[in-house]
Structure formats: C-alpha cells, structure tokens
C-alpha cells in the first residue's frame, strides 16, 4: 500500500461539505481485495475490536486496502471522541489507485487518524502489535491540544447554530466570526468590544472594588498592605476574621480565607506574596462562592462554586477518600470532562495541615476536610448551578458590577449565603470580576442544569437575524470566469458596495489590486474575508483550488458557471472527462445557500444540468430564448435572462428588464458573442443579490474592458489601421468563443500568434490551431517560455499537426520567443488586417505590445 | 508658625472653580513682623527664588509681589507664593493664590492652586522651610527641594500623554475624573463618561491590544489585506535565523517577537555571523525571535486616531564625526549630548546618548569595529544609532496612500489608537513604489514625540483623541443638579430625584439621608459631600445626578462636580453659624452658597429662592438663566419677563414671558412645604421636564 499524496480539504470540496482527508492510495493486486489476505480481517478487528463494517451485511465484493485503512481511520477518530462521520472511498481511473476521503474535525488529529490507520492496517498484515489504546490516547491528547477549549468551543458552537460562518486566526482561542466588513472577533469568552480598560480594571482589585463601591455595589472592605506589620494593622482596621490574597494574581493562588490570628496571618501573607507584587487584606465573608456570569446587560447564568473536598467516614485515609472521588467517571485530567481530579499536591496537603490531618489521618464520619481554598474546577473544585435562584436584585448588582467595570462578557464572583436575597440583607459582596471567565462551569456544571451561555455571547453580537455574512458570489467555468467575476464587482460596486474580488490576475479591494498572480483558489478568497472594509465579495474559483482544498467558504449567496464546453486541464488529478470536470465544477453550486441563487448557462448541458444539486434557486441564461431548457424555465415563471432584438432581456414570468447591447459596450455593439454571454452571467448574479435596475444599467455602460482593467481579456489595439486582438485563451472552448467575434470584425488577411500550454491534453493542443486554421491565412507558431513538462519542439509539432487539415491557412511559421513571434506579426500587418495574439505571459507581452504601439504612433507624429 | 488646618477643597469652592489647598494658618508673633522688617529676608528669598519676579500679584503686573514684599507683607501671603513658585519649579503648573485674615488675629487661611493634593502639602511644608530658613538667615538647599517636589510630581501626577488628552478635554468643556492613582480618567460624567489610560480609551479592544502585541499574527492579517510587511518568520536558534535570513534574502532584521523601545533589535545584518550575534541579542529579551526583509529607509511612527492619521513623525539616524584624537565616548558628549534638545526625562523630545546603557548602540559600533573607547581617524563618520528618537515631525508630509494603509492597518488589528510604525525612505512617496513597509502596530502610543517633537509642529493628538470619543457638540455631561441652602434640601432632593425618574431617567442621588442609584439606597450613610457626589458621576448607569450640599461641605471639601445644569439654593434663613470655617454672617454663609451659583452652565439655570433677598441677590452670579420661585408670588421686579414658580392662592403657577400658566390647585400641595415643591418644580421645568410630567409626578409622589 502506498500513499502517493495527502490533502487537507479545509472546506466544502468535491466529496462532502466537511473537512476531510484527501489520500491517493495505490494498492497492490492483493491488496485490492482483503479478502484474499488469509486471516487479515480478524487480525485488524482483534488489534481494533471497535472498527466498523467494511461493507453492510450481506454484501460480499471485493473490499481493498484502500476502504479499510478510511473505515480505520475514521473509527479512530470516533473512538477518540472527534465527531465525524464521513468516510469514502473510490477507485480511480488507474486500476488499484484510491481516493480515500476521511472526515476530521481537526486537521492535526485526523491527519495523525490517518497514520495510526496505516500502521493498524500494516500490523493486521504483518501480524504484529497494534496498541489500539495509546493510538487513542495520542488522538485524545492533540485532539484536547488542538481544538478550541470549552469556552470558545461553546460560543463558536453558538455561531455555527446561528448560521454564522467562523474562522481560527491562530492555533490558540482568537477566532473570526463573520467576513469582511460585518466580521467580529473572540478571544476565549471575551469579545473584539471588551475593552482592554476594563480589563485592566479587573486586573487591578483594589481599583475594582473602590469602582464598584461608588456604584453601589457591596465589597469586602479591605486594602493593600506593605508588609506582614502592615497586614496585621489592616486587619486591626477591620477588626473581623480577613482574606489574604495577592494583588494581581489569578486562579486563587496563593489565597487564605477566614484568617482570625496573627500567626495565621503571617503564613498567608507569605503565602500571597509569592504569587503577586503585593498583598492585599480584606474583610472575610462567610458563606459560599457564586459565579455571575454577565453578557451585555443581563445575567445569564450563576453557579455556586465549591472547593475540592472529601467527607469523613471514619473508616478511611483522607487519601483513600480522594482516590473514592476521583474512581468518579465523570471526573478527568482536563477540560474534556465535566469534574477534574483532585490532586494530592503540596498546595492540598499545606491546606490539610492547617486543618490539622496529613494525608493519612482518617477523619470521623461526617466530617468535611477541604483540599485547597479556591473553587475552580480545573482543581477539582465542582460548580452547581444556580441561575433560576438569583434574586433580581443580586442580579442587578452583577450586572451593575460589570458595566461599572467595563466588561461585556463578565465573571462576577460573589460571596454570600444565598443567592436567594439581595446582597445588603445578608451582608455578601462582590470580591472579584474576572474578564474572559471560564465558562465550563455554566455549560457542564458537575450539578444542575447546563446553561447556553455561548448563544448569550453570540446574540450579544450579532443582533437580530445577524449573521456577520457579506454578499458572497463564487464563479466557476471554462471560459469567461475573470471577465464575469470583473463585470459583477463592478455592478455591486456601483451600488455603493466595497467589493472585495479574486480572478486569476489577482486579489482586488475597491478595484486596487493588492496581490497579483493567480488568484482563484481559497487562499486569496479567505484573505479577501478577513478584510475589514469588505462588504461584498466576488470570487473566480478554479477547479485547481476545489480540488486542492475545497472552498474557502460554506456558503455562497450565488453561484455562476459560465460554461463547461469540452472542458480544460482535462487529464490531471484524475478529472479525464468533462463529466469529472462538472462534478469539480459543481461544488460552488451545491453549497449555494437555500435563499440564493445559482446563475447557468442552459445553452451549456453540463452547466444547465447543476441546477437539480442547487439548494437555491436557478437563474438560466442563454443567447437563444428558444433554447429547450431555458424556455421550459420561463414558463414555469422562473427567472431566465436571454437576447432578443439586440436586448438583453431579464425576465421572471413576464419581462422585467431590457438592456440594449448597444448600450453594454463589452460586448462591442453585441457583436461578441462570449461578453454577451458574460454580460448576461453578470447581469443574473447582480440581479439575484438585488442591485437595482438603474444602478445595474450604469454599471454596464461604465465597465471598461481594456488591457489596463482586464489585461488578456479580448484586448483591442489599432496597430498603423490594422486590428490587433490580445487574449489570453488557450483552450478549444475560448477558440470557439473567440472564432466568431473575430470574424465579425471585417478584414483584409487574418493573422493569428499562438503557442500551446503544455499541460493540456494533445488532443486540446492540436483543436485548437485546427480550428484557427479554419479561420485565419497566417498562422504564427511559437514556443512557450515555459513547456510545462513538455520536451522542447513537442508544443510546436503538435500545433503544425492541427494545422494539417486546415482549410485556410497558408502561411505557417514557427518561431521561438512570444516578442519575436508578436513583432513578426505586427511587422506583416497592413491597413485593414486583423491579428489575434494569443498571449501566455500576459503582463509582459501587452507591455511588449504596448510599447510597439507608441513606437508606431511615434512615428507617424514625426513625418 | 503653625499649620491649624489644611483642607484639600477637591472641586469649585469659595475660593474659585479649581480644586486648591487651604491651610488654616497661625503666625503667631510673626504677626508684628512684616516682610520689610526682616533684615536681609528680601535679598535672600529673591536669591533663592528669583522667578518670584513673575508674580503679578495685587498691581497686576511683573515684578508685583516683589513689591508687596519691599512694602511688607505678612508670611502667609509670602507662603502662598514660595508654595505656588516652586510647584511652578517642580513642573505642576499653579497660578492662583489667595490669603485671606481671620476673625482670629495671627490666623490666616492660606488658599494655593493644587493639581495634585501630596503634591502641593509637600510644597506647603518645603515652603514653610524654606521662608523661615531665608527669615532667621539659614541656608536652604532650593534645587534640592524642587528636586523632591519634581520627583512627587513625576510619579503622582498624570503622564504627560494622558494630561494632553485630559487638557483637551477641559478645554471643550468636558469634565475629567481621575480614577486611579495611575493614568485611568474618566472624561464625561455618569452615562455619559468615556475612559482613557494613557493613550488607550474605553474603545479600545482587549483583542485588538493582544493582537498588536503579537508581532508574527499582525504581520499576516495585514499580509493578507495587503498591507506590505517585511516578510520573515520566527525562528527558534542561531543557526535557524540564518536559514531564514538566506531564504528571505540578505540584508535582514533580527528581532524579539514581542519587544519593546526597540531593545534586542538588529538592522541591516548582511553575514552569518551578524545574524548569529544579532539573534542572541533577541534572543535574550526572553520572547520568540523573528527574523524579517530589512526595509530601507527611516523609522517613522504614524498615529491613527479614531480611524484617521493624525500624527507622524520621523526617526532619524545619528552619528558622529571623528576628529582623530578624542575617543567615541567623548565625541558622543561633544556632538550629540550637547544638543539643548537633549536630556533626561519627558521634558525633552530628544534623549541622551548613553553608551554602556545602550546595547544596540554598541552592536552598531561593534559593527564598525569600534567600542566607546576607541578613537577613530579624523573625519571618519561613526553611526551610533540607526534610529534614534522618532521625534521629527512629518505629518504634513504624508502621502495620502500611505495614510489610508496605515489607517487600514489600524482597522485590521482592530485599534481606535495605533501608533504604526512604518519604514520608508520617503513618507511623501506610496510605500509601493519604495518597498516601504509597516513593521509593527503599537496599542497605547506614547503622545510625546507628537506633541513636543524636536522639529516641526506639535500635533493636537490630545483633541483628535477626544474628538474620537466625544462628538462636537458632546460635552460628555449628564444634567447635574446642585442644591444648596440651609434646609429643606433632602426633602427636595428625593422631590427631584423622583420626578427625573418618572421623566426616564437613571437618577443617582446623593443627600443627607444616603446615597441612592434609581431609587435604590447603596449607602444610608450622610452623602451630602464631596466624595458621594462623585461616585454618582463616576456611576456610568447614572443619566441625571441630583446632588445635596451642605454649607460645611462647600467649606471643607468643595463641591463635587465642576459644572452644573442647574443650581438650586433654597434658602439662608434661619440663620446657621459656622464658626469653625469663621463664618459668622449670614452675608458670609451667602457668599459660601454663592458657589453652587457659580458653576451653574451657561446653557444651564439657576432656581433661587426670591423671598430671601440674599438668595435672590445671587442671580447675578450666574452664567445661564435664572429661574425664581417664590411662595408670596412676588418676583424681583426687574425678573418680570422672565420664567418663575410662584405659590397662589394655595396653587402653583408657572410663570413666562409674563403669560402664568396654573400647574397645581390648592389641594394637592398640602402635604408638603411649598418652597420644597416650588424649587423642584422650578428644576425640573428647567431640565426640560414637561408640565404634564411635573403634575403627574407630584400627584404620584
């Protein structure tokens, strides 16, 4: 078995809408069939008794080494507690090659699910150890390291419910939710408006408290001491039973409450001290910790907090109690679990010795013996819930707290006896508020309810039916994509919108360019949803990025492909046929929302055929309004866009719009066939996302398709009275869609430059110089600069084979170089002949072009 | 002599509108001794303290108080302005003085401007030293004790950034409270209020701080919006930086992931062995390394305020020329420390050279082969520092690109305030075309270079922040009502506080019988003083505050709020004596309630009392309208046209522009005294309360 490539599908992809595991997995003939393997099957189920069926019952065709390394890694995944689901495999074109497809829900542990599989499956093999439980631990253990923890986890889970699209900026709890202009961020439980002023206030208690007296919330009196001389002064002050704690420290450490004596107080102080610069004395209050927990201007959940601690029988050891407790199921080692153990530490056994027990005292029946002071869960500590008990006013002094402080998103703890009474009738008090609090403690409290404190968080943000999405259009086709993607940016930009676009020339915010290359995969796509002034977002989505990642987002408001013709780049990554290429090319339509819009081609079958994977609803276009598929949608009532009488006409049961083509002058006087289709792809899309009629008609008279603004897209020059085209086409569908718009440009002698891509199939090579040889008399061959894989000259013979049959051309040259092959282009042209030059370094060759024009314009100003 | 008393008067008191000290002061026998009468007093004070010849006092000119001096005059007067000179000396500014006699001969009560309370007690006692050592012919050490003071003024009065911002907002009239012994002020009152500490407001995000702080993730967020950036990465060893640094492509920086004031910094390293020495450096500010592009070009640090640019400055190299004989450390004190601009400390925009202090300062020498004892050739120029302060102001100079991707920069981390740290060798150029890029975004920029930069324009950053939280019009101010007099105030204060109620208002009320927040008692204690009226405003639920003042509180500590919407003063009789303030008359007291008059807001109304004829004199007091009531119905004649509550026949009556409007019969009012309805009536018409509202409240009462 061996694993030739492994891919993370970080979004919705061609198998599933989950993230997964993608693996190329070529097995050897024995291994196609596991069944052939003698008592394979029953060593893997002995190693790992949990794993699932590898085909329902009943059935019995060959099962490979391929499906049952996905069944493997899958189930242990599940076993590790990760929840997925997904998991397929399929052969491919080559026999005894597999895509295997694994969900995960982290990267890093579904990745490591994948290489415990392998190693499971090669020990089912060889017949040696497999150990199935520390293979689960490692899981477990990154799974915990990776993912986000319990409080952020449950927020982001609360967004996800709401249908708000999130993203991790970091590998620790800072996560994005929503794109572009309408993004909000958090950060554990603290929101991108929790002000770091508030913070800081929280951070400093004796600030906090003196806030929170003048707002009339009840605080232990107290204040900060120099020293233990000191200490005891305050204490003096005070004159009742104090808690020492230090200043600016956190989790309780170094805390001692109820401290009645002066020698009790010196070991507390020099407890404190170790934890904080200073030390602080303040009035004890007896009764129980409470956790508020405030968002916004409510409390939304309390629970009362109780130290770790073990009741005496009489019988056994404070040690043996402690093992009792912790033999609980429910109590583990981190955050995963619902209690923590208790631990025996040197902290337990100093609070046991003040106590006056070692960790081998028995103490009697009954007998309550506390392990450590503070009440945390990540010590052992347990939390019950109280929220339906919180007396209204107790809860006003939270929340009064809170703002007073400045927190959003707050933890009040409050010592009192009840949360039943307001804190003035029983002499309680807000001790402490705590930006970012845990809020483990309110969803899987170790008693009581569970409280939905992450839909608290997430409603506090996002108001309403809010769901932090922008407009999101994804476009995907053969042919036409940029210019489409480039014509719908501009509608929405017209409409007051700032458009964030990606194209394979680059990334665009407000039409400047802020990265450059290929820009139609996921990566550019996410950028463009983290910036912040984005409002709208239009992306190219070439197959190659679907293929490699999946999308760059769940969901897209519309989706539009152009066409699918023949298909391009056919033959790599096992996409043979243009039927494979659909499926790719089908994924931006499948993750349409169920209230958006999918925008076909219904001249084009493969693209006309996805409005039935559509959630949305369809838009069809075409230039025929008689074409079968687009005039069964018109008459069901559904929204179609067509050409008639030199308009094109938006319809929905009955006409709504018409827009001269003379007035679109992309399509140069409705004269090129491929813009009037991208005009009307265009038109759908801005129409589905509701830009007005008249904004919509301004905004396709303004759009300018030259080589500045679309460099490579049918780019029109007059060169001394000849016409020049530079495009960037390089498969037989952009030959297709070029043929015609060229020859309704009149002309003397037709020249065509063209070199061929060398990672196309030979076949598309060779179609394409047949079909310019249809159509031009001068054929100027030249070599790329880059062969892509191919042997030098072999580009070439397979153009001049295409060439062969052709009808009309009868001059053939070959030259190498693009400038050379373009300046004997142009130096052939006279008055009147057309030339198409189809670039491949499409910056460099219209700066070549460019330059050659201003010579000739040079000359002609100097007679 | 002898301290009787002092009382820090914390707000506006009888004295004036700012806070001052007064000391309760007995001379004693000094009383017979005028300063013309002490032989050599004159020559030795003016020696010591020569600036005393700015003291316009009493002539209104220069040299005033010099005068007064020759003439003679009394040691509390001369304390006054030693106190108030040397706080000028030690750098609180302090302008105002008063010394008043008392009914007690030898008493004086001193008054002395004090920003700072520790301060200006610190200043009282050095001055009583230092007058009665120039008085008995004792040496005095004056540097030593402006020293002292400069250092208590250094560590308790606010910085210099957040003073810029709190001076802006006293200059719109927005009110400022100090929060913390620290820089925490609240600007703005009650719901109203906003906070800053140091350059960083209530709007600033605990996130967006995080993210700054984070060099490696601000880095790619700004990378992915298109923000340029020097790329690089973090790297764990020596020999890993170098890896990087000959991926990145040579020269490169070496830097801590999350340093500051540019400590472990290396520029421009070109070899393995640099980049080694350059990532121990790093290494050893205890945070990840990175190693990064070196951009070419300048330092420059650009503000963002509220989402625009509203400062830069520019960091400029600095070097020395060598003159073949002196050695380095010498030559940095003869070229470089001997700028004027130069010295400890904020006063200067630009800082001392120190070599055995400065680590990157030796790298660079170490670089050029030289250490700070080393003599270089004549003529040779030796860089000591790369970028020295960024204090050279540029901000007329910013191209309007590079503004708009520091701004973008800004939104992205997510600041109100960044302070962006930008290098170009041009700022008037795009970053595009220079390969300038953003190296770092700074939560709490320090304000220091912008506002006092060593050349070109101080910048109003201090306004710009306070435009950023308060609008033009927004003077941070919720409707504060003062009440004054000499009884009857609770009664009236609860009156008010619930007709505000009923207008929706959340009412903090602070008065004799407690401290209440929307009807809730959180203090039963007395509240009619200066530190409840403050937790009212420092309250940020708070929309209308109705505070209750007692003659003793206007005396002993001053009033709790600087401004107020409307001041009430109900009455003077019957008389009350404050014999241990020596207020004795009832023009005295008068003159105490005047106070409460003073402050009223120039949009704002006063409501006096116009049957006691001291209480009605006080009108002309005040900045805004005058509102009188009165409960025989008779009015001030010249108050005619004007807007009045007035008891008739048992009703009450509004009464404006001449036209009376009858709010109120007879029997509703029975149960109450009238002076108490009318004044609360008149304060809420004042505040806008409608008459309807009025009536029903008082019916509901």
């Known amino acids: 078995m061996e694993v030739s490539r492994l891919r993370a599908l970080r979004g919705p992809n061609l198998w599933s809408q989950h993230t997964a595991i993608e693996a190329i997995v070529s097995c050897s003939a024995a291994e196609q069939d596991i069944a052939k393997i003698s008592g394979f099957e029953a060593r893997l189920r002995a190693r790992f008794p949990a794993m699932g069926l590898l085909q329902p019952p009943g059935y019995a065709s060959a099962v490979s080494m391929a499906h049952t390394l996905g069944v493997a890694a899958l189930g242990l995944q599940a076993q590790a507690d990760c929840p997925v689901t997904f998991n397929r495999t399929t052969a491919t074109s080559e026999s005894g090659v597999y895509q295997v497809v694994i969900e995960y829900s982290e990267e890093a542990v579904g990745r490591l699910a994948f290489k415990l599989a392998r190693a499971l499956c090669v020990a089912a093999v060889e017949d040696t150890a497999f150990d199935v439980a520390d293979a689960l631990a490692q899981l477990r253990e990154l799974d915990e390291e990776v993912r986000l923890g319990p409080s952020t986890g449950a927020i982001v889970q609360a967004a996800v419910q709401r249908g ?208 450590r002071n503070n009440a945390n869960l990540s010590t052992g500590g347990t939390a019950t819930d109280v929220t339906d008990d919180v007396h209204p006013d107790l809860a006003a002094s939270a929340v009064a707290a809170a703002q007073m402080v400045g927190l959003d998103v707050c933890g009040v703890d409050v010592v009192c006896d009840t949360v039943l009474l307001p804190l003035a009738e029983q002499g309680g008090g807000v001790v402490e508020v705590n930006a970012a609090p845990g809020l483990r403690m309110h969803l899987q409290p170790s008693y009581g309810k569970g409280r939905e404190v992450g839909e608290a968080i997430v409603s506090m943000m996002f108001a309403g039916k809010d769901d932090g999405r922008i407009p999101l259009v994804a476009v995907a086709g053969t042919n036409g994509k940029t210019t489409t993607v480039r014509l719908i940016a501009h509608l929405l930009g017209c409409r007051g919108l700032h458009v964030g676009m990606t194209n394979s020339d680059g990334v665009y915010i407000q039409g400047k360019r802020i990265d450059s290359g290929d820009c139609s995969g996921p990566k550019s796509a996410r950028n463009v949803l983290l910036h912040p002034d984005v409002d709208a977002a239009v992306f190219e989505t070439a197959r190659g990025g679907v293929l490699r990642e999946g999308l760059a987002f769940d969901r897209c408001n519309v989706a539009v492909v152009t066409n699918l013709g023949r298909g391009d780049h056919l033959g790599l990554n096992y996409i043979s046929t243009v039927e494979d290429l659909s499926v790719v090319k089908r994924v931006v339509v499948q993750n349409v929302r169920p209230d958006g819009v999918a925008v076909l081609n219904a001249a084009d079958p493969m693209s006309a055929a996805m409005a039935d994977a559509c959630p949305g609803s369809v838009t069809f276009f075409a230039q025929d309004r008689h074409h079968p598929v687009l005039a069964a949608h018109c008459a069901q009532g559904r929204r179609a866009v067509y050409v008639e009488d030199g308009h094109i006409v938006a319809s929905k049961k009955k006409i709504v719009q018409r827009i001269p083509l003379s007035q679109i002058p992309l399509t140069r006087n409705g004269t090129i066939g491929f813009q009037i289709e991208n005009a009307m792809a265009a038109i759908a899309a801005a129409w589905a996302l509701k830009v007005d009629w008249k904004t919509l008609r301004g905004g396709l008279a303004s759009f300018v398709n030259d080589a500045e603004t679309a460099p490579g897209r049918f780019n029109f020059f007059d060169y001394r009275g000849a016409a020049v085209i530079a495009d960037y086409g390089h498969n037989p569908d952009a030959m297709l869609a070029l043929i015609p718009a060229i020859e309704s440009i009149p002309a003397h002698k037709r020249l065509v430059v063209i070199s061929g891509a060398g990672d196309r199939r030979d076949e598309d090579i060779r179609q394409q110089t047949e079909m310019l040889g249809e159509v ?88 | 002599m002898e301290f009787l008393k002092i009382l820090p008067l914390r707000g506006p008191n009888i004295w004036t509108y700012r806070p001052v000290l007064e000391v309760w002061l007995d001379i004693g026998a000094l009383e017979d001794s005028p300063s013309n009468t002490l032989p050599g007093f004159y020559e030795r004070l003016t020696a010591w303290l020569p600036t005393l010849a700015e003291h316009r006092c009493g002539i209104g000119e220069r040299g005033g108080f010099l005068l007064r001096l020759r003439e003679g005059t009394w040691p509390g007067h001369i304390l006054e302005h030693i106190t108030i000179e040397l706080q000028n000396l030690a750098g609180m500014q302090s302008g105002f003085g008063k010394t008043r006699s008392t009914s007690v001969r030898g008493v004086y009560k001193v008054v002395v401007r004090s920003r700072n ?115 690089g990465r973090i790297v764990d060893s020596a020999a890993d930086a170098w890896e990087a640094a000959e991926d990145i492509g040579l020269p490169v920086v070496v830097k801590p992931s999350d340093g500051n004031h540019g400590r472990g910094v290396s520029t421009e390293l070109m070899t393995r062995a640099e980049v080694e020495a350059a990532y121990k450096l790093a290494d050893e500010e205890g945070s990840e390394v990175i190693v990064e592009r070196f951009v070419r070009g300048d330092e420059h640090r650009l503000l963002v305020i509220g989402g625009r640019l509203a400062a830069a400055a520019r960091g400029e190299s600095v070097s020395l020329v060598a003159d073949g004989c002196s050695s380095v450390s010498k030559l940095v004190e003869e070229q470089i420390n001997i700028d004027p601009r130069r010295g400890y400390g904020e006063g200067y925009p630009l800082s001392l050279v120190e070599l055995d202090e400065d680590a990157a300062a030796q790298f660079e020498l170490g670089r050029q082969g030289y250490t700070a004892d080393s003599i270089p050739a004549v003529g040779v120029s030796v860089l000591i520092q790369r970028t020295g302060n960024v204090a050279f102001d540029v901000t007329e100079r910013v191209h309007p690109e590079v503004a708009a991707t520091v701004e973008l920069a800004a939104r992205i981390v997510g600041l109100d305030i960044a302070g962006v740290d930008l ?138 709020y600087d401004r107020c919407q409307v001041g009430i003063v109900t009455n003077i009789e019957p008389p009350q004596h404050f014999g241990a303030y020596y207020i004795e008359t009832a023009e005295q007291v008068c003159n105490v309630l005047r106070t409460q008059i003073d402050v009223v807001l120039a949009d704002g109304v006063a409501v006096l009392n116009a049957c006691d004829p001291l209480v009605a004199g006080l009108a002309g007091y005040c900045d805004g309208e005058v509102i009188f009531f009165s409960v025989d119905g008779t009015l001030p004649t010249a108050h005619q046209a004007k807007r009045a509550v007035l008891l008739r026949d048992g009703g009450i009556v509004l009464r404006q522009d001449e036209q009376e409007t009858l709010l109120f019969g007879r029997v509703a009012c029975q149960s109450w005294q009238p002076e108490t309805v009318l004044a609360a009536v008149a304060a809420a018409w004042a505040l806008g309360v409608s008459p309807a509202l009025i009536k029903a409240g008082l019916a509901a009462y």
């Open chain 2, 423 to 560: 290098v170009a060798e041009d700022i008037s150029r795009p970053l595009g075309e220079q390969g300038g890029a953003i190296v770092e975004i700074n939560a709490g920029p320090g304000l220091l270079m912008h506002l006092k930069p060593a050349s070109g324009n101080a910048q109003p950053v201090g306004d710009a922040i306070v435009a950023s939280l308060f609008a033009e019009t927004d003077s941070g101010r919720i409707p504060v009502i003062g009440i004054a007099g000499t009884h009857g105030k609770t009664p009236l204060a609860h009156l008010l506080a619930a007709l505000l109620k009923l207008a929706g208002k959340y009412v903090g009320l602070a008065c004799s019988d407690g401290l209440y927040f929307a009807g809730r008692q959180a203090d039963k204690r007395d509240s009619a003083n200066w530190v409840a009226a403050q937790k009212v405003l420092m309250n940020r639920s708070v929309e209308a505050a109705v505070i209750e003042n007692s003659v003793a509180t206007i005396l002993s500590e001053g009033l709790g």
């Open chain 1, 164 to 371: 708000i699209p999130y993203c991790r900026l970091t590998t620790g709890s800072l996560v994005q939710f929503g794109w572009g202009s309408r993004q909000r961020r958090i950060q554990a439980a603290e929101t991108d408006r929790s002000s770091a002023i508030g913070e800081a206030i929280a951070q400093d208690k004796e600030l906090t408290k003196r806030l929170l007296e003048a707002a009339g919330v009840s605080v232990p009196v107290g204040r900060p001491v120099a020293d233990v001389a000191d200490a005891w002064a305050a204490m003096c002050e005070i004159a009742a039973a104090v808690v020492v704690k230090p200043l600016d420290g956190n989790q309780g450490k170094g805390v001692t409450v109820n401290v009645v004596t002066r020698e009790h107080l010196e070991i507390a102080y020099a407890a404190a001290i170790e934890f904080g610069s200073q030390v602080l004395v303040e009035r004890f209050m007896p009764g129980s910790d409470f956790r508020m927990l405030v968002v916004g201007d409510k409390l939304v959940a309390a629970a009362r907090r109780e130290p770790p601690q073990v009741i005496g029988d009489g019988v056994r050891s404070v040690r043996e109690l402690v093992e009792q407790v912790n033999a609980d199921p429910r109590r583990g080692d981190g955050h995963a679990t619902s209690l923590t153990r208790m631990r025996l530490d040197s902290i337990a056994l100093a609070r046991l010795q003040a106590q006056g027990y070692t960790a081998d005292s028995i103490p009697v029946k009954g007998c309550h013996v506390v392990l």
């Open chain 2, 117 to 231: 309370e520790t301060v200006t007690r610190a200043a009282l006692q050095e001055a009583r030293e230092l007058m009665l050592a120039a008085m008995q012919d004792r040496p005095f050490e004056v540097a030593a004790a402006v020293a002292r003071l400069h250092e208590m003024v250094d560590s308790l009065c606010l910085g210099p950034s957040t003073a810029c911002i709190v001076d802006a907002a006293t200059g719109r009239g927005i009110p400022s409270i100090r929060l913390s012994e620290g820089n925490l002020v609240q600007l703005g009152y009650g719901a109203r209020q906003h906070r800053i500490w140091t350059a960083e407001t209530d709007q600033t995000s605990a996130i967006a701080e995080g993210i700054s702080r984070d060099k490696d993730l601000s880095k790619t967020l700004l990378q992915a919006c298109g923000v340029p950036v020097p790329e």
């Open chain 1, 776 to 863: 031009f008399d001068e054929v100027i061959l030249y070599q790329d600069q880059c062969q892509r894989g191919r042997q030098d000259g072999e580009v070439l013979a397979l153009l001049r084979q295409g060439l062969a049959k052709a009808g009309r051309a009868n001059k053939i040259d070959e030259i190498t170089g693009e400038f050379l092959a373009i300046d004997t282009a142009l130096s052939r042209l006279q008055a009147g002949d057309l030339c198409l030059i189809l670039i491949d370094q499409v910056d460099e060759a219209l700066a070549h072009i460019a330059q050659r024009l201003t010579e000739a314009n040079d000359t002609r100003a100097t007679p």
